[in-house]
C-alpha cells in the first residue's frame, strides 16, 4: 500500500478471520494512527509495538547536547504534528 490505510485493508484481505491477533509495529509518533487505521479496517483484536532506534553515542564535543537535543525536539515535533493532523484529516473524511 501506498499508505497505513492502504496496508491495513491490503492485511485484511489476506486474513481469514479479522479478530486473530494483529501486532503492529511502527515508530511511536505514528503508532496510534496505525492502530486506528487497522481498526478501521476491521480488525478488533490489534495491539501496537514501538520500533526503536538505537542511535550509536559519539562524543561530538562540547554543546553536544544542545545542538542534538535541540534539533531531536524539533523533529519529534515535526512528526507529532504530522501525525495529529493525519488523525484529524482521517476522523473528519471517515478514513479513521
Known amino acids: 500500500g501506498r499508505n497505513t490505510r492502504e ?15 494483529v501486532a503492529v509495529v511502527t515508530s511511536e509518533y505514528h503508532l496510534r494512527r ?15 509495538i514501538n520500533a ?3 542511535d550509536v553515542e559519539a562524543d561530538t564535543g ?7 537535543g535541540v534539533w531531536g525536539n524539533a523533529i519529534a515535533t515535526v512528526k507529532m504534528t504530522r501525525e ?11 478514513q479513521l
Open 34 to 48: 496505525a492502530l486506528l487505521c487497522f481498526r478501521k479496517a476491521g480488525f478488533t483484536n490489534v495491539a501496537g
Open 52 to 54: 526503536v532506534n538505537v
Open 62 to 68: 562540547r554543546w553536544q547536547a544542545l545542538r542534538y
Open 7 to 21: 496496508q491495513a485493508r491490503g492485511v485484511a484481505a489476506l486474513v481469514d478471520e479479522l479478530d486473530a491477533p
Open 84 to 94: 495529529l493532523l493525519g488523525i484529524a484529516a482521517g476522523k473528519l473524511t471517515g
